[in-house]
T-cell receptor, first 113, second 117 residues
Framework: GEDVEQSLFLSVREGDSSVINCTYT??????LYWYKQEPGAGLQLLTY?????DMKQDQRLTVLLNKKDKHLSLRIADTQTGDSAIYFC?????????????FGQGTTLQVKP | EAGVAQSPRYKIIEKRQSVAFWCNPI?????LYWYQQILGQGPKLLIQ????????DSQLPKDRFSAERLKGVDSTLKIQPAKLEDSAVYLC???????????????FGPGTRLTVT
C-alpha cells in the first residue's frame, strides 16, 4: 500500500518499557524518523535511523529496523509520564528527491503513574 | 536560537470565507514546508519551497489553496474559499539543507488550528 501504518494507542505504566511499531512502504527509503508531538505543539524530532543500520540507541530510546519486513520500532526504556504524547514514524522515500516526509497516523502513548 | 514562528495560533471561519496563515522559519533555513494535519492523522505535505521557488506542490489543492514565499524567508498559505474539510492544524517546518541531500531534519512550528463552520 501507499500508507505508513502505526497502531493507534498504547498504554503503559510508569517505569515500564514502551514499544511503538510502524510499517513503511518503500524498501528503498533512505532515512526513517520518529517524531513526538505533545498537545498543542508542533512535532519534535526524537531520533532517526539510516537504512543501512538495523539498530540505533540514544539514551532511553532504541530504534530497530527490519528492512526485509519494512518494519520500524521505537522502544522507550523506563517510560515516564512526560513521555505521554503522540509518536509519528516517517519515511523519506528515495523516489522523492526532496525532503518530503510521509508520516504514519501516529500512536498515542499513555503513561499511567 | 528562535524556532519556527506561526500565526495565528487559532482561527475560526465560516465556509466560503478566506483565511491566511503566516510562517517565519528559522533564520538561514533555505527550505520551508507547509503540512496539513487533520485530526487523528499524520501531517501531509502541501507545499515545499527551496528559497523562494516551489520544489513540490503535488498535494496542494490549487483551486483553493495558494502559498508564496517572497524573498525566500517568510511564507503565507491562503485558503479561498474554505470548505468544512479544511478544518485541520496547518504546520510550518523549515530545514537547513538542500534538495539532493538525504537527511532532512525539519523543525516544526506550533501550528495554526483552523476550524471551518
Amino acid at each position: 500500500g501507499e500508507d505508513v501504518e502505526q497502531s493507534l494507542f498504547l498504554s503503559v505504566r510508569e517505569g515500564d518499557s514502551s514499544v511503538i511499531n510502524c510499517t513503511y512502504t518503500d524498501s528503498s527509503s533512505t532515512y526513517l524518523y520518529w517524531y513526538k508531538q505533545e498537545p498543542g505543539a508542533g512535532l519534535q524530532l526524537l531520533t532517526y535511523i539510516f537504512s543501512n543500520m538495523d539498530m540505533k540507541q540514544d539514551q532511553r530510546l532504541t530504534v530497530l529496523l527490519n528492512k526485509k519486513d519494512k518494519h520500524l520500532s521505537l522502544r522507550i526504556a523506563d517510560t515516564q509520564t512526560g513521555d505521554s504524547a503522540i509518536y509519528f514514524c516517517a519515511e523519506n522515500r528515495r523516489s522523492s528527491n526532496t525532503g518530503k516526509l510521509i508520516f504514519g497516523q501516529g500512536t498515542t502513548l499513555q503513561v499511567k503513574p | 536560537e528562535a524556532g519556527v514562528a506561526q500565526s495565528p495560533r487559532y482561527k475560526i471561519i465560516e465556509k466560503r470565507q478566506s483565511v491566511a496563515f503566516w510562517c517565519n522559519p528559522i533564520s538561514g533555513h533555505a527550505t520551508l514546508y507547509w503540512y496539513q494535519q487533520i485530526l487523528g492523522q499524520g501531517p501531509k505535505l502541501l507545499i515545499q519551497f527551496q528559497n523562494n521557488g516551489v520544489v513540490d506542490d503535488s498535494q496542494l489543492p490549487k483551486d483553493r489553496f495558494s502559498a508564496e514565499r517572497l524573498k525566500g524567508v517568510d511564507s503565507t498559505l491562503k485558503i479561498q474559499p474554505a470548505k468544512l474539510e479544511d478544518s485541520a492544524v496547518y504546520l510550518c517546518a523549515s530545514s537547513l539543507d538542500n534538495p539532493g541531500q538525504r537527511f532532512y531534519e525539519q523543525y516544526f512550528g506550533p501550528g495554526t488550528r483552523l476550524t471551518v463552520t
